[in-house]
């Protein structure tokens, strides 16, 4: 039997559900997929095997840490005593010498004093989605109502800073703010963020069953949706950036994310697991019924990293736990 090989797995406990309605959003039609589940909130019975699984099987692949990656839909719906429990499960499970460490994504918007206290004594990592300026962030990131929710975003910003808990921001680029790179940057660095992400939007178009890659520069109307970000426009968006994130800063830090190397699966809030090809044939495990170390023993057999990228297990720092997508990353 292979032994297991270093890996990561993102939970989604909330499932698709979340309290703002984002034009470019890709994620929340994904409950047509579950058609019997009415609450996509995970229950306290396969929040335990999922913690206790993963801490075991991150042990059996002797890796230092344990990261817990948290994100949605929005997180944050299942209000703080829900990821209470998970470290008490945490701390209870973790072997003695295993550090535990928790990476979390939000919209922001439901982040009070509550949240403040417990992401900060429990030093969790946060990012908060800013795609901008008001005028910017507000042309796509709507909530269900049709309301911009820049200013309650911004809100939850002060949360974060006030009670100094690490966080980084994460910008979609697309076609509102693709040609904006050094107004971005310079926003965000306004604001006092130090660390940024950047993922790019390209999403094609509602045309039933999927067919070749789309072809943007060469016919944009018609293959992608109105919001996705040409390749030029992100090329150029990264480069503006890069040239005067170079030119300001002595320390250097700067990272491109383009393989899957950052997460090997996703947990859903029945206790489902995806794990995408080629790890496995069949998409759909279950985490109450399968112990977790034999999926894991199954995926990872070679890195996805391409190299000279270092082995997965070096990605663990402060500042690279993996809490998005696949992005271009700075600070």
Known sequence: MTAPKPFNIMSKP????????CSYCYYLEKEKQFPDEKKFRMSDAVLETYVRELIMASEAARMPETTFAWQGGEPTMLGVDFFERAVALQKQYAPAGMKITNAFQTNGILLDEAWGHFLHDNGFLVGISIDGPKQVHDRYRLDRAGRPTFDRVMKGLEVLQEYKIEHNALTVVHRANSGKGKEIYRFLKGLGIEFMQFIPIVERSALGNLGKAPQIDMNPEL????????????GKF??????????????????????????????????SVFLPKPAVTDWRWNITAIFMPAITSSIRSTCWATSPRPPCRTCYGPKSRPNSAPTSAIR
Do not use: Q
Request: charged share 15%.
């Open 14 to 21: 909330i499932g698709p559900r979340c309290n703002i309605d």
């Open 238 to 271: 990264l480069c503006e950036i890069f040239d005067i994130w170079f030119k300001r800063t002595s320390a250097r830090s700067l990272s491109n994310i383009s393989t899957p190397c950052w997460a090997s699966g996703w947990v859903f809030p029945a206790g």
């Open 223 to 234: 293959a992608v949706t109105p919001w996705s970000a040409s390749p030029k426009a992100y």
